[in-house]
């Protein structure tokens, strides 16, 4: 069975700085997709980035990027320039695919950015 | 903008009510989801549907059930309340098919169950 694993419960950064996320993963799998959702306090869960797993290229979008490693099965949300906003908890997901949609979640990291 | 809509957002019950926490999106996905969530924690699976007609428990043991009649809907029943299932209920939905492997979940603001 997959699991996915998020080794850091709370986490913080000073507003403007860099701070790393960790997720790995265990699946047998060689076809597969990685989600990071970010959950605002009492807001709605919304997707912050996406990889497919036969894409080597690591995938950004602004100032978040990941740092995908498929033989260690890690798959890291890295936060540029962090900000107030992004105060959050970030939820790793694995979907295996195709033929499933059964999404697996991590246990969640809660990111606290300081002013 | 949410597209993804659960009523009502905020729910207190005493135990041994039925109730139904509705869940209802206007993308025409076919795949919808209800997770269980205590507040600060990780979501857990309990029912899930890939179309009308079609429903399947998820991963984690749940009291309730669900149905799927029309593609928009997927209401979560509790027939008996009880104080263990106080806790926060996320709706999401995502599309099928090439485009649903590697598409975003969109959920749903959740409900807030409290059974006293």
């Known amino acids: 069975a997959q699991t996915v694993t998020q080794s850091q419960p709370e986490m913080s950064v000073q507003e403007a700085e860099t701070v790393t996320l960790s997720c790995t993963y265990d699946?047998?799998?060689?076809?597969?997709?990685l989600f990071w959702y970010k959950q605002p306090p009492s807001r709605q869960m919304i997707l912050v980035i996406r990889q497919e797993a036969y894409k080597q290229q690591n995938a950004t979008e602004n100032r978040f990027s990941v740092n995908f490693q498929k033989a260690a099965k890690s798959f890291s949300l890295k936060i540029s320039d962090s900000q107030l906003g992004d105060t959050a908890m970030y939820f790793c997901a694995f979907m295996k695919g195709p033929g499933t949609y059964k999404y697996i979640f991590g246990t969640g990291t809660r990111l606290k950015v300081l002013a | 903008e949410a597209d993804i809509y659960q009523t009502p957002r905020y729910l207190v019950i005493g135990t041994g009510k039925k109730i139904t926490l509705e869940c209802s999106q206007t993308m025409g996905h076919d795949k919808m989801y209800w997770y269980q969530q205590d507040p600060g924690m990780e979501l857990h699976l309990i029912h899930y549907s890939y179309g009308v007609n079609s429903t399947e428990k998820g991963d984690l043991s749940s009291e309730s059930t669900v149905s799927r009649i029309r593609t928009e809907h997927f209401p979560l029943t509790l027939e008996s309340a009880r104080p263990s299932h106080t806790s926060q209920y996320l709706c999401a939905s995502g599309p099928l098919g090439t485009a649903g492997r590697n598409s975003p979940l969109h959920f749903g603001n959740g409900t807030r169950l409290t059974v006293t």
């Open positions: 699946t047998s799998e060689n076809n597969y997709y």
